[in-house]
């Protein structure tokens, strides 16, 4: 790496062979650095999308009246045409700021980059880069350094690859706040429906999953199946409506869903060792104790 006023950097200008400027995708320029304490970018404006993942220690990025800070295995971007300012965040950290960067430009640069999610709202993306994408980038730094002839289709297939990654890693999260968002979808529901006799079988349409998928993911996330779930809820009901003494025992069980007085019994009495008259009769003599004191 060359000594500069704020950094010690590696920096690489691409020259497109014919191959490349026939692609919807061109590199441009990339580059890795060490920074320096007194590290400061800008403010600047570039022409083209440049993507900067941070290697080690921390960076602020100040871009479209928009500030954070990104540490290591997070990426940024900058957008073409757009006011962007970066220094390094902690001048005393031991850790100093290491990055590397890859510029470019063509038909497909504004979709691909917003398919990796690096958008105008937010051009960044935390905890981003692999071990395999860090060896691809650096695969890819080397051949843009040596630029043999041939090496153009190489490093076309390795920008892809590094979009491919990106993407995948993006879908991968947004599948994990997707299973959250169906998993909330069936405790709503359980909750709004649990006294009209619904079964696990309703659950499983409203997931949209597999009945196996449904049950060893709502274990993990609530330690208990959604049947036991089911009847927590609804024997929960039938233990405060035993307690109020207004409603006889089958008007509960038809009342929670239950197709007759026996079903509600066996079940009651499974959950609590006890039946439910015998419940009831119970709160009542607690309550006549109480009252009489």
């Known amino acids: 790496m060359k000594e500069y006023r704020h950094e010690f950097a590696d920096y690489i200008y691409i020259a497109a062979s014919a191959f490349q400027q026939l692609a919807g995708l061109i590199?441009?320029?990339a580059g890795c650095n060490r920074a320096k304490a007194n590290y400061y970018v800008g403010p600047r404006v570039i022409e083209c999308y440049s993507l900067h993942f941070v290697l080690e220690g921390s960076v602020t990025l100040s871009q479209g009246g928009r500030r954070v800070v990104l540490?290591?295995?997070d990426l940024f971007c900058l957008h073409p045409n757009r006011s962007y300012t970066?220094?390094?965040?902690d001048p005393s950290?031991?850790?100093p700021l290491r990055m590397c960067w890859l510029a470019f430009e063509g038909s497909q640069a504004a979709a691909l980059t917003e398919r990796i999610g690096m958008t105008d709202a937010q051009p960044y993306r935390h905890s981003v880069l692999t071990s395999e994408l860090e060896s691809?980038?650096?695969q890819m730094m080397s051949s843009m350094r040596l630029s043999r002839d041939?090496?153009?289709l190489m490093l076309q297939a390795c920008l892809y690859q590094m979009f491919w990654q990106l993407t995948a890693r993006r879908d991968a999260n947004g599948a994990s706040a997707k299973k959250k968002d169906w998993l909330d979808a069936c405790v709503q529901h359980i909750h709004a429906h649990y006294m009209e006799g619904i079964s696990v079988a309703d659950v499983v349409q409203v997931a949209g999953v597999h009945r196996s998928h449904l049950y060893s993911e709502f274990q993990r996330m609530f330690g208990i199946s959604p049947q036991r779930y089911l009847i927590k809820l609804r024997l929960g009901k039938a233990e405060e409506?035993?307690?109020?003494s207004a409603y006889s025992v089958t008007e509960i069980a038809l009342s929670l869903?239950?197709?007759d007085l026996y079903s509600f019994s066996r079940a009651f009495y499974n959950y609590y060792g006890v039946s439910p008259s015998g419940y009831a009769a119970q709160a009542d003599e607690g309550s006549s104790r109480a009252a009489s004191r």
């Open 27 to 29: 590199p441009v320029r």
């Open 150 to 152: 041939g090496d153009d």
């Open 136 to 138: 691809l980038l650096m």
């Open 93 to 95: 950290s031991a850790s």
């Open 257 to 259: 869903g239950y197709p």
């Open 241 to 244: 409506l035993l307690r109020q």
């Open 71 to 73: 540490g290591k295995g």
């Open 86 to 89: 970066y220094w390094v965040t």
